[in-house]
């Protein structure tokens, strides 16, 4: 976690500075800078993991100024999420990391899922050898990145995008829910895009096509 913290971590943007790479772009997006942010945070497949993981987390690339700034919302001594919250989060990093090298050294796409399987049983090891696994309650005031239903009367739309690479293919979601969180329509559909940002534009341009089938509802 030091060097993450550090930015001393051997992305392709960090080697590219070095002259150590012929390019600085993401090996598995291959449409934005491989930074630490967007490796341990941004990517495509990283952001599946976060949402994936018991966190639940939706990575907002608006509020990441930098990896160490977001860590320590999470860290401080202030925080009121759990040691076992850190525990995991810390180990996640760790295992997003080193899936990404593994990844890189045999040209293969990384696993999501093989992350957060390895993540889970490394952090309830890590507890059971200390004796002792500490409350998993988990605070909504930091984790304020989880959905949440808007106020009565209101609809409130999600959209998101995604790109494979290894597959070339993208696709797009939307869901407008109610403030009850009752699902009132969604779409979703193939789309042609060669990249996890364009494939987010045109979730965006689609979100506000259906925005338009509401009529007078109050959105969000």
Known sequence: ???ALSGVLATREALFSRKCAADLL??????????IEHMLLL??????IWYGSPLTLIINPMHISSFANWYDLFVADDSPITDYDKSYIACLCW???KTRSVSVFNAAAPNPSQVLISTAAAVNEFWKINHSL??????SEIFNSVWKPPDSGIVKINCDGAFSEAKKMAAIGI???DSSGSFLKGWRKVVDADSGFLSELLACKKEVQLASEFNEARLL
């Open 43 to 48: 990517c495509d497949w990283s952001r599946k």
């Open 134 to 139: 500490p409350n998993i309650t988990r605070s």
């Open 95 to 97: 295992n997003i990391w």
């Open 1 to 3: 976690m030091w060097k």
């Open 26 to 35: 993401c090996p598995f997006c291959k449409s934005r800078s491989e930074s």
């Open 175 to 177: 869901i407008a829910c």
